[in-house]
């Protein structure tokens, strides 16, 4: 159960974007690894799963250099299990049907509860990174202040609520761009955010108004009181 209402109207958005943009490097680190494993991941390539690692590592998950490759060899065995049960990489969020979110958290639950000769590698955190890069138009990161904020319990169920709130969050987003004039899928275009899928606009923002704290609509709300005669 969530325990509040995010906020997400175009400008928020839009301005948490920006925020996002300008306060982390996280987007140095993912594209060098859409660079690396250009023209999509392939986790049965060692090379690939090696950017993966160092890209986890980028984005603040903590596995240690002397367990990459351990959890190479994890991340092989789930992927090739999985893999070929996984929906298109071109399909969104907006369109995963019943039986794709089962495969989410069948895909998840696969990899979060990997047990490892060392420790657990593989938890809540990475395994929807490793999700996210995977299938960027359809899946979402998160992270620990999130999983608190929203009282998720990090399970793969949990993560497909979570990925209802964002889709419901989508749908609403989808009915303000058709009243402006343009479509959803033009939104990360319109707001300067061309490389970042629609999930990851979501997640964008959710890092500034989650876990930073940090609120756009009251920014708004103030630029506009005193932009008034």
């Known amino acids: 159960m969530f325990c509040v209402v995010i906020a997400m109207t175009l400008a928020e958005l839009s301005l948490g974007c920006y925020?996002?943009?300008?306060?982390?490097?996280?987007?140095?680190?993912?594209?060098?690894?859409?660079?690396?494993?250009?023209?999509?991941p392939d986790l049965t390539q060692e090379p690939h799963r090696k950017s993966l690692l160092k890209f986890l590592n980028s984005w603040g998950c903590r596995i240690k250099?002397?367990?990459?490759?351990?959890?190479?060899?994890q991340i092989k065995e789930?992927?090739?299990?999985?893999?070929?049960?996984?929906?298109?990489?071109?399909?969104?969020?907006?369109?995963?049907?019943?039986?794709?979110?089962?495969?989410?958290?069948?895909?998840?639950?696969?990899?979060?509860?990997?047990?490892?000769?060392?420790?657990?590698?593989?938890?809540?955190?990475?395994?929807?990174k490793v999700l996210f890069v995977l299938r960027p138009n359809a899946l979402i990161p998160w992270d620990n202040k999130m999983l608190r904020h929203f009282r998720l319990?990090?399970?793969?169920?949990?993560?497909?609520?979570?990925?209802?709130?964002?889709?419901?969050?989508?749908?609403?987003l989808s009915v303000e761009c058709t009243k402006r004039g343009f479509a959803l899928a033009d939104l990360a275009t319109k707001i300067e955010r061309p490389k970042s899928t629609?999930?990851?606009?979501?997640?964008?923002?959710?890092?500034?108004t989650v876990t930073n704290k940090f609120q756009?609509?009251?920014?708004?709300?103030?630029?506009?009181?005193?932009?008034?005669?």
Do not use: C
Request: charge should be negative; proline fraction near 6%.
């Open 19 to 40: 925020i996002y943009a300008t306060m982390t490097s996280y987007d140095s680190g993912y594209r060098e690894f859409l660079a690396e494993t250009t023209p999509a």
């Open 65 to 73: 250099k002397a367990d990459h490759d351990a959890a190479a060899t």
């Open 78 to 128: 789930w992927y090739d299990g999985i893999s070929s049960k996984l929906f298109p990489t071109s399909t969104g969020l907006l369109s995963l049907t019943d039986s794709d979110l089962d495969t989410v958290e069948e895909a998840f639950k696969g990899l979060a509860d990997r047990p490892s000769t060392t420790r657990k590698t593989f938890a809540a955190v990475p395994t929807a």
């Open 153 to 172: 319990n990090g399970s793969a169920a949990s993560y497909r609520q979570h990925l209802l709130w964002a889709r419901e969050r989508l749908q609403d």
């Open 198 to 208: 629609l999930p990851k606009l979501i997640d964008e923002y959710l890092w500034v």
């Open 216 to 229: 756009p609509k009251q920014l708004i709300e103030r630029w506009e009181k005193w932009s008034s005669p």
